[in-house]
């Protein structure tokens, strides 16, 4: 396995990389532009953006949950975008997890992962990870599967930590053809307010 240790971070770099120049037109209006008419090819089209965006750090998720905002009435936007959600977890996660033994390798190259250390109630870890925005996520993703958290705790607690933000999302995307109306302006407090319950939740329970 040693000469594949750098596989996981080699597949994020070349999708980085692929997705860059086109990181200008990743936007939730061009996206939604180009979405099929039919319900369902747009569903799987935005769920292999989702698959490609756990791929590359330079893809940004709240674009796709924007887009799904734009392309979907809200209760199946929310659908859709939980679905994505959870598929742009679980590739990286599910890549880290074939590397386990490369964690020192992994937290020597970027240090600051070493900080994210599950401990003995990984749920919770990945739910306020996810609750937070932990940044890139596809690298937390890596990270988390590498250092064994178990795959129910983390699509549970991941899923759950990105509800909010990721309803928050999708309601501006709906909300974006009413730039400046009060329900724009509404749906861009949730994230801000979500990062600082995720950090008062954290101190409580570190206190526990």
Request: proline share 7%.
């Amino acid at each position: 396995m040693g000469k594949y240790r750098w596989l996981p971070l080699a597949v994020l770099l070349a999708g980085t990389l692929a997705l860059w120049p086109l990181r200008d037109r990743l936007t939730a209006e061009r996206i939604a532009a180009w979405s099929p008419r039919e319900s369902g090819l747009a569903v799987v089209l935005l769920l292999a953006l989702y698959a490609a965006k756990s791929l590359s750090v330079a893809f940004p998720l709240s674009a796709l949950e924007a887009a799904g905002g734009l392309l979907f009435p809200l209760p199946a936007a929310l659908a859709v975008n939980l679905m994505g959600t959870v598929t742009a977890q679980i590739i990286p996660f599910l890549m880290g997890r074939r590397e386990q033994a490369e964690l020192e390798t992994l937290t020597a190259r970027h240090p600051r992962l070493a900080a994210l250390r599950p401990g003995d109630r990984p749920g919770r870890t990945v739910f306020l990870l996810r609750l937070a925005g932990a940044s890139p996520g596809d690298l937390v993703s890596l990270y988390l599967g590498a250092a064994g958290v178990p795959l129910r705790a983390y699509v549970t607690g991941g899923a759950l930590g990105s509800l909010p933000r990721m309803a928050a999302s999708t309601i501006v995307g709906a909300a974006l053809w009413e730039i400046g109306s009060p329900r724009f302006w509404l749906s861009l407090l949730p994230k801000a307010a979500l990062t600082g319950l995720s950090l008062l939740l954290w101190r409580v329970w570190r206190k526990q």
